[in-house]
């Protein structure tokens, strides 16, 4: 069997914790996968934001001033 790149029994606990509805197979895939889209769309963001600051790197304050647009993206 191939691992998995998280802890799939751990995540299964966590969302059944959090929820009250039941689960299907896949529902801890379904919510890594889009945990991943979230990071890479973060970091996407934050890049731009650098560069139009003139900055060489991606800091603190780019990632704060894009995370609440990017969670907005993603909100169900």
Do not use: C, W
Request: zero cysteines; hydrophobic letters at 35%; a positive charge.
């Amino acid at each position: 069997m191939p691992k998995t790149p998280y802890p799939r029994p751990t995540l299964r606990r966590l969302i059944k914790a959090h929820t009250n509805l039941p689960q299907t197979k896949n529902t801890d895939i379904l919510v890594y996968l889009d945990y991943v889209l979230f990071l890479q769309e973060l970091v996407k963001d934050a890049g731009v934001r650098a560069r139009e600051r003139g900055a060489s790197a991606v800091g603190e304050q780019d990632v704060r001033r894009v995370v609440e647009g990017t969670l907005r993206k993603f909100e169900v």
